[in-house]
């Protein structure tokens, strides 16, 4: 197999990477720069598209602009949005072929039929295009036109000849394809071969110098669609096995005459369980009792055992308080996993906030395993040298912090053992002895995993100056601490509403004007969404003004005891307020309106 860019590839598909997009007063027209032929229209009135032929731009357009791909189109309750590329930026490569990160996109709305519609369908199709700006700003994008990035390299190696000829959407693996869903009316109707793009979820590379050897290591991760969300919208699995946050992170290391790959993969806990926001600080986390939970597990690490070979699942999560329990449940399950070996480790216990190199006895307990599951490796020709006959599976609760500073442990291993391979490091070398390029690795790490968290927690991650330095520093204690308050602010606030953008553009809810509105209000709810989110800004300018005033009338109670009653009387009201926030937390608290949690 050929696995560097050629003039072939090149032949076999066609991805323009520069569209002109023209507005005209009934339509929008997308159409190649390089042939100007090749393109589509879609209706302004109710979003049906159409190929171009020699009639259809037959007048001048109001507006003309360049655009770099097309995401996709969604059809709403009476619109239909086409999302288009207006701004890009080229960040490096992937095996030889340039990789993009998406900086902007744009919605282009097909809904002049709205004006027609009624009250309640108006305001559904303004929320959905509320859903959709979000989307908009959905951080870490990337693609490329000229190959698939959702393949790692030896699941590429292994493809049956010819496979690499077909149009990338047929190549891609439709799991870690982000717009999968948004795609689909232009593959059944029209020409997706042209337009397609596929999706990473973190890309990060940097150039390594040794002893006057060059070389590339390049992080890429992809993000599992099939359990798409945030943080506390999403945990466990769902029944099928899919679980949150899933995501294949692969390693290369690429030098003139060889190329590595090494695969991790990290994902919530297989099981049923959820972790509901309620104003408080940490929400109480509830294991779900389930017939099915066997069957979840059994479903989930059989795919697993497919698609990687062994698996050590190596679980990060604390022994005790309610981490404890859903740690306990899991490994009960485990035992019943007769191919898989299940590893606790409670990273808060043995590295607490600054023993990075505790991680050693972990590393102690899979070494025997990991060192037999080795990485895959071809020479410049394609021969493959070496393949990975298994994987590590990572998780702690969220599967951000923790794991990331895990798996760049054991990915500094691996490369250890990779340059020692090809000569770059002799048997008594490692990496971390040289402090210019092991700072590079670290940094590689690092920004992989806060855009990891970006996606799935909505700020950067913890404990990255672990990745980055070895060691926890105040200013990186001062960072945690505004991600942390932060992270509050986002789960208790904001991601109701993104978790609802997700499962709209994923294409887990479709909208309908033939199905009941889910904005209506519930009889079964104490009261609305909508009126309690309206009533927080005044209960908490209630709690803060009283305790304004109780501490006021404290101050002067000395000088009247008239102002010991108005203390109680203030205290009273501020703790009653406080007591009814507490009680209705999850009624005050974003929730997603489209989707139930699994």
């Known amino acids: 197999m050929d696995i560097e860019p050629s003039s072939s590839s090149a032949e076999r598909f066609k991805l323009y990477d520069e569209l002109e997009l023209q507005e005209f007063q009934d339509k929008f027209v997308i159409k190649s720069n390089e042939s100007p032929n090749q393109g589509f229209w879609i209706s302004r009135r109710d979003g049906n598209i159409n190929l171009l032929d020699g009639d259809t731009c037959s007048e001048s357009p109001s507006r003309t602009s360049t655009i770099y791909g097309v995401v996709g189109t969604i059809r709403l309750v009476v619109g239909t949005y086409a999302i288009v590329i207006t701004s890009r930026e080229k960040v490096g490569s992937f095996l030889g072929f340039p990789v993009y ?65 077909k149009p990338i959407w047929k190549q891609a693996d439709p799991r870690y394809v982000w717009n999968k869903h948004l795609m689909e009316e232009l593959i059944e109707f029209k020409k997706p071969d042209t337009f397609y793009l596929n999706w990473g979820l973190s890309f990060q590379a940097a150039e390594l110098k040794l002893k006057d050897t060059c070389a590339t290591v390049t992080l890429f991760s992809r993000r599992c669609t099939r359990r798409l969300g945030t943080r506390m919208w999403r945990r466990g699995a769902n029944l099928e096995g899919d679980t949150a946050n899933f995501i294949e992170t692969e390693q290369l290391l690429e030098t003139e005459e060889f190329k590595f790959s090494f695969l991790q993969i990290r994902g919530s806990i ?130 951000l912090d923790r794991t990331n500073v895990t798996q760049c442990y054991l990915a500094q291993k691996s490369l250890n053992l990779q340059l020692q391979r090809i000569g770059m490091l002799t048997c008594s070398e490692c990496i971390s002895m040289f402090d210019e390029e092991y700072g590079k690795f670290r940094i590689l790490w690092a920004e992989q995993g806060d855009e990891i968290s970006l996606e799935y927690a909505g700020t950067h991650a913890l404990k990255g100056d672990l990745v980055r330095y070895g060691k926890q520093t105040v200013s990186g204690m001062i960072k945690d601490g505004m991600s942390a308050l932060s992270r509050y602010y986002l789960n208790n606030f904001q991601d109701g509403i993104r978790q609802d953008a997700l499962d709209l553009i994923s294409g887990r809810y479709t909208a309908s004007r033939n199905v009941p509105s889910p904005f209506q209000p519930n009889s079964f709810e104490p009261f609305s969404k909508t009126v309690n989110m309206q009533y927080l800004p005044v209960a908490s300018a209630l709690i803060i003004g009283g305790l304004t005033a109780t501490t006021f009338t404290l101050q002067q109670a000395g000088r009247n005891a008239q102002h010991y009653a108005s203390s109680v009387f203030f205290a009273g009201i501020t703790a009653g307020v406080m007591a009814i926030v507490k009680a209705n937390g999850r009624q005050f608290c974003s929730r997603p309106r489209l989707c139930g949690l699994l």
């Not at 309620?278 to 698609?307: A, W």
Request: aromatic residues 10%; hydrophobic residues 35%.
């Open 101 to 165: 990160r998406l900086v902007s996109m744009r919605v282009l709305a097909c809904n002049e039929a709205l004006r027609f519609s009624t009250a309640q369908e108006k305001r559904d199709e303004t929320y959905f295009m509320n859903l959709l700006k979000i989307v908009e700003s959905t951080p870490g994008l990337y693609y490329s036109y000229e190959t698939d990035i959702t393949l790692n390299l030896q699941r590429r190696s292994k493809l049956v000849e010819g496979w690499m000829s």
């Open 270 to 399: 297989p099981l049923l369980w959820e972790q509901i926001v309620d104003l408080s600080y940490k929400p109480h986390l509830r294991v779900i009792s389930h017939e099915q939970t066997p069957n979840i597990v059994e479903r989930h690490f059989h795919d697993l055992l497919q698609r990687y070979g062994e698996i050590v699942a190596v679980d990060l999560t604390d022994k005790h308080g309610e981490e404890g329990q859903l740690s306990a449940a899991y490994a009960a399950e485990m035992q019943n996993q007769q191919n898989v070996r299940y590893v606790p480790f409670d990273f808060h216990h043995h590295c607490g906030s600054s023993n990075f190199d505790n991680l050693k006895i972990l590393y102690e307990q899979i070494s025997e395993d990991f060192e037999k599951q080795r990485y895959f490796l071809i020479d410049r020709k394609g021969n493959i040298l070496e393949e990975q006959r298994g994987i590590i599976r990572a998780n702690c609760i969220d599967s």
